[in-house]
């Protein structure tokens, strides 16, 4: 009880949350002309595109105007030049009833966002408030809500040495509190270091519970396919066309999943395997977001198999994958789950006579069950390697035990009886440990390699 208690205290409201009120939202976006921060796979409208779809991810968040001005400079105090700077005060100043800024930028310091809320007389947002503000939204379970919690930390720091310089401008009262010893900043530092100690602790509880149930379906034998890709490219739709779950809804917004789910499936030899929906990905997620929940990304280093997935209708489908690619290879992910990825490239109902220019990609629409059953053949394939699960024939005689062994230890695929000999041939998927008992068990019996 004092645990949840504990648990409970953590996951209050924050005091980071813009609050449930209707927020007019005018995206203002830096657009690098050259230097090393221009991405080459991207454009500022396609940035900026991005910017309102995370937007119009919030409930009651409307996006009133979009603005691109150009900066040599993103880094700097103002971001802008002086020039383009006051061009956009003011702009900024004639729109009716905005109540914010999105700097679409990944992080902007504490110092700058206090000189722009002064400048403009609204809030200012940079992309990890935003992404962060939707996650909190969309975090349904005690994990995801821990998770928001940890990548709340940074920006409290921030927010706290900002609160801290304003307080020394205005030499209000005594730097140290009560006769303590200690300043108000190391007190707050203090309160912050063991609020993010108690959240890694309550998140160390749950890796442990999940490791757990992790090792109770590996004695189950299930394999497990990671199905991972930048947001939105539909992964829970696929998952739902491979595994044919009704209950799964999927839903067209940014990061609508954010807790790993399990969906049990077939595969052509009816081998059964579990699809793991995972967290997608973002350009420009800031590290800090990632690390928090690198906790249910390890998840995915215990698959057998990862399945990445692919918008190939987005024009920034190049920069998606590079982004994917990126997270997963910082993942510290073995080797052999790399090398034998699956890419998928989805959507091609919307692209005329769609052909991968990849040789090992493989085209489908999960909306319009294109391409599922080559698919389920590829996986099953890559599966059988990974797990060194073999498709065997074996001969059997039906009046001794070995029929039932197989039931319960394999997967009976078919059973063709011979009612004249009492024998039957047996096609089965069975696992390297289950084989070798079998021949201890039944060294008289014929066996026939798929």
């Not at 940890?150 to 609160?163: H, Y």
């Amino acid at each position: 009880e004092e645990d949840e208690a504990a648990l409970e205290e953590l996951l209050a409201p924050s005091p980071l949350a813009p609050g449930p009120g209707a927020q007019r939202i005018a995206i203002v976006h830096p657009a690098v002309k050259w230097g090393p921060q221009k991405s080459p796979l991207t454009t500022a409208e396609l940035q900026i595109a991005e910017a309102v779809a995370l937007v119009d991810t919030l409930q009651n968040w409307t996006v009133v105007d979009k603005i691109i001005i150009p900066t040599k400079n993103p880094n700097k105090k103002f971001v802008f030049g002086k020039g383009n700077f006051q061009v956009l005060t003011e702009k900024i100043k004639k729109l009716p009833h905005v109540t914010a800024v999105f700097l679409n930028v990944e992080r902007i310091s504490s110092l700058t966002k206090k000189e722009l809320e002064g400048a403009w007389g609204v809030q200012v947002f940079d992309r990890y408030t935003v992404v962060l503000h939707i996650f909190r939204s969309n975090a349904r379970t005690k994990e995801a809500k821990l998770q928001v919690a940890l990548a709340e930390i940074p920006l409290l720091r921030s927010n706290l040495k900002n609160e801290v310089s304003q307080r020394d401008q205005q030499r209000g009262g005594s730097r140290y509190i009560m006769g303590s010893g200690e300043t108000f900043l190391e007190t707050q530092n203090r309160v912050l270091k063991e609020r993010e100690l108690k959240i890694r602790n309550a998140l160390e509880k749950l890796r442990r519970k999940r490791a757990l149930l992790r090792t109770q379906r590996r004695k189950c034998e299930f394999p497990i396919v990671s199905v991972m890709g930048y947001t939105n490219c539909e992964k829970t739709t696929l998952i739902k066309a491979l595994t044919g779950e009704a209950g799964l809804q999927p839903r067209d917004q940014l990061f609508a999943t954010l807790d790993i789910t399990a969906h049990a499936g077939y595969l052509p030899s009816h081998m059964a395997v579990i699809y793991v929906d995972t967290i997608g990905f973002l350009t420009d997620l800031p590290h800090n977001l990632v690390e928090s929940f690198s906790a249910t990304l390890e998840e995915v280093a215990y698959s057998d198999l990862i399945v990445h997935v692919r918008d190939i209708t987005h024009p920034e489908t190049i920069l998606q994958k590079a982004t994917v690619l990126s997270v997963l290879r910082n993942l510290n992910l073995p080797s052999h789950l790399l090398d034998s990825m699956v890419e998928v490239h989805n959507k091609v109902d919307l692209i005329e006579r769609y052909k991968p220019a990849e040789e090992n990609a493989l085209a489908v629409s999960a909306l319009h069950g294109h391409g599922l059953e080559e698919l389920k053949q590829e996986i099953e394939k890559k599966i059988l390697t990974a797990t060194g699960k073999k498709i065997l024939t074996v001969d059997i005689n039906l009046e001794g035990p070995q029929l039932s062994w197989l039931y319960k230890e394999a997967t009976v695929q078919e059973v063709e009886v011979m009612p004249e000999d009492s024998r039957a041939r047996v096609k089965v998927i069975i696992s390297s440990s289950a084989f070798g008992r079998y021949k201890n068990l039944f060294p008289n019996s014929e066996i026939c390699m798929s």
